[in-house]
């Protein structure tokens, strides 16, 4: 199976800060990586697939970059609507697998 | 619009049985690979399973954790999914959703989601 381990746990940062948040898959998956936004109560959100391709409505300071094992998850500009647990997920290959989650929280 | 309603979570008996199933409208239901994912209290997201359309075989795969004690099928004259859930464990306990691409046929991009069903296994 593909371990996907993401990075880190948790942040807190300020309104304005970039925020970076890693995924490391335990083999190549090409592109083949998702980006989900979760918030509490709710179901997740498909934020970016295929590792940098941002779905309608996401808005534009996120940025999703990498290949291969490694990707990043970039917010340019941390808003309070960015408060949620971010996931990576890889569709490569069945069992699908994602990270551990990101939470991110505001100072 | 595209719709997944969940319904059938509840408590359930360590050792016993649940059903959940997955009403889905508003998109080509039939053409389409279906799959669960849970989540545990507190806890990460886990890919739970998924089926096949039949034109691509009906092909149900499971993740580990899972294998030999959850059946997933489809009713595609109801356009239902269904996850048939034996032999509980405590593990089990989480929020259930259901989920498909909408960009292709046997996408793993999960864009479409559903509530979530809640499953509680205690004695």
């Known amino acids: 199976d593909i371990q996907m381990t993401q990075s880190p746990s948790s942040l807190s940062a300020f309104v304005g800060d970039r925020v970076t948040i890693t995924c490391r898959a335990s083999?190549?998956?090409?592109?083949?990586l998702n980006w989900y936004q979760q918030k509490p109560g709710k179901a997740p959100k498909l934020f970016i697939q295929?590792?940098?391709n941002l779905q309608s409505e996401v808005p534009s300071r996120f940025d999703g970059s990498g290949s291969g094992t490694d990707f990043t998850l970039t917010i340019s500009s941390l808003q309070p609507d960015d408060i949620a647990t971010y996931y990576c997920?890889?569709?490569?290959?069945?069992?699908?697998?994602f990270g551990g989650g990101t939470k991110v929280e505001i100072k | 619009d595209v719709q997944l309603v969940e319904a059938g979570g509840g408590l359930g008996k360590p050792g016993g049985s649940l059903r959940l199933s997955c009403a889905a409208s508003?998109?080509?239901?039939?053409?389409?690979?279906m799959n669960w994912v849970r989540q545990a209290p507190g806890k990460g997201l886990e890919w739970v399973g998924r089926?096949?359309?039949?034109?691509?075989?009906?092909?149900?795969e499971y993740a580990a954790p899972v294998k030999g004690r959850f059946t997933i099928s489809r009713d595609d004259s109801r356009t239902t999914l269904y996850l048939q859930m034996n032999r509980l464990e405590s593990e089990d306990t989480g929020v259930y959703y259901c989920?498909?691409?909408?960009?292709?046929?046997?996408?793993?991009?999960?864009?479409?989601w559903g509530q979530g069903a809640q499953v509680t296994v205690s004695s």
């Open positions: 989920a498909f691409g909408s960009n292709a046929y046997d996408s793993s991009d999960f864009d479409r």
């Open positions: 508003g998109f080509s239901f039939t053409n389409t690979w």
């Open positions: 089926i096949f359309s039949k034109t691509s075989g009906g092909t149900t």
């Open positions: 083999q190549n998956i090409g592109s083949c």
């Open positions: 295929g590792a940098r």
């Open positions: 997920q890889q569709c490569y290959t069945a069992p699908l697998t």
